[in-house]
């Protein structure tokens, strides 16, 4: 019985040595419970499988399988598109995108809301002019997160020079600095100049920089950019005593549309078609019946009177 346990115990002995093999030569060695060892973990997008996880061809089908792209979780709101969330119906929602895919119009380009954006604007002033006069919309809507955003990012970016209140005296050229020594007068934000210049103009300086003021395209992603520019509205309308925040825009429509507003702009890209579509009828109905007056005037009304003169 005592040397049947002391081979027992030999035999584990070996066993387990032998599981636990250093690699040597051509030999890989032996692990016992690699996957202890080593991450299974799924790699996204890549069609090689992890070397360990190949006991059999289902766990490497499944792997390739869970590596693929997924689906969104239901609900989920994809990032940029938070104006779709707030269309009242599904109709209105499918009518937002196709107005952000660039579906709405002959001519209209599908630009992403977020992250990175293609801009097709030179850095010159004939450029310059051109993004000014062509960019208008912020395809953020206004709301007090993004305000928020825009005013944190302007004062770390922007109000060294044109000052925390737009009015041009940053740091960098007031008087509290005795070394200020700026070449140039920053752009004061809150002249009628710069409140009546489109969003262009600013997104553009953005971008490039304009005369001493570099640019800033890789220092701020896409929609931060332009909740700065919606930072710099808000400055703009308090200097003016007027509003501009989630709930109202009162200095100027074409520069932001509040969130409130969000849900009662889907209603309107959606119902844009059909009341086209309704107005042609319309038209039709109201020709005729015009045609019929006019004809009755010329043949009737025009000749009675001739009567009686």
């Not at 801009?119 to 006069?133: G, I, K, Q, S």
């Not at 005013?151 to 925390?164: A, S």
């Not at 308090?238 to 507003?261: C, H, I, Q, W």
């Amino acid at each position: 019985m005592k040397s049947f346990k002391v081979l027992l115990i030999a035999a584990i002995a070996v066993i387990i040595l032998q599981a636990c093999s250093p690699a040597g030569g051509e030999f890989a060695g032996s692990e016992y419970m690699p996957d202890m060892g080593h991450s299974v973990a799924y790699e996204a997008n890549t069609y090689n499988y992890y070397y360990h996880n190949t006991w059999d061809k289902a766990s490497s089908t499944d792997l390739w399988k869970l590596s693929q792209p997924r689906l969104p979780v239901s609900g989920t709101i994809p990032r940029g598109y938070a104006g779709v969330a707030m269309a009242s119906n599904a109709t209105a929602q499918s009518a937002m995108m196709d107005e952000l895919r660039g579906g709405s119009s002959t001519n209209g380009i599908a630009v992403p809301l977020s992250g990175n954006a293609p801009y097709y604007y030179e850095d010159t002033e004939e450029e310059r002019l051109r993004a000014t006069a062509e960019i208008i919309d912020n395809p953020f809507p206004i709301t007090a997160d993004g305000l928020a955003r825009g005013k944190e990012l302007y004062e770390v970016f922007c109000g060294i020079c044109h000052g925390n209140k737009g009015d041009g005296n940053g740091y960098l050229v007031s008087e509290e600095n005795g070394n200020a020594v700026y070449p140039a007068q920053p752009a004061i934000f809150t002249t009628d100049e710069f409140l009546a210049a489109s969003n262009g103009r600013y997104y553009h300086a953005i971008i490039y920089g304009k005369n001493v003021m570099g640019g800033y395209a890789d220092k701020m992603s896409y929609e931060e950019r332009w909740q700065v520019i919606h930072w710099i509205r808000a400055l703009q309308a308090k200097e003016k005593k007027l509003a501009y925040d989630e709930n109202v825009n009162t200095l100027n429509e074409t520069f932001g549309t509040p969130m409130s507003r969000m849900a009662q702009v889907a209603d309107h890209a959606t119902d844009h078609e059909g009341e086209s579509h309704e107005a042609g009828h319309d038209g039709e109905e109201g020709h005729g019946e015009d045609h019929g007056e006019e004809h009755g005037e010329e043949h009737g009304g025009d000749h009675g009177e001739g009567e009686h003169k």
